[in-house]
């Protein structure tokens, strides 16, 4: 019995440790979280390798500068980023009832395909956890502003303004 259960606690190590080997498949993701009011923005390039945080000035004269860099990055969330189906996505999801707030753009990078996917008060089951996974990487003073439960419950709130009319 001991040896049954030994051998079948080994199978399920080699499993788990051999898919944590498999190569991420190459790709960069841009997320540029915008400020329109103090006319800059913020982005945030993610690759299979390596994250770095770019500001970036919108006023004239204004140059663009690193602010926070890392190659500690998690592979087990890397390997889902690779994985997006980016055909599958639209290029624009947004919150009608809101018409200022959070808006983010991604740009995604995969193979010889690119797509940019702009969202506005809206919150995307593929795309929305990747904002978590960055913050969760980033000293606080580099997080994008995001509240997925605000943003769930604004849709929500809105599907149901758009139902009573």
Partial sequence: MRNAIGLMTSIV????ISCNKEPIEPFELSVADYNYSLAYSVLYNLTNEKLTITYRGD???EKDSV???TLDLPKRQLKKISEINIDSLKTNYRNDCIDDGDVKSFTIKKDSLSKTVHLSNYY??????LIEMINGIVPEKYQMNYDKDDLIQEMKNCEKYKNAD
């Fill in 13 to 16: 190590l080699v499993f788990t």
């Fill in 124 to 129: 995307h089951p593929e795309l929305s956890p």
């Fill in 67 to 69: 602010l926070y860099s």
């Fill in 59 to 61: 006023l004239e004269n």
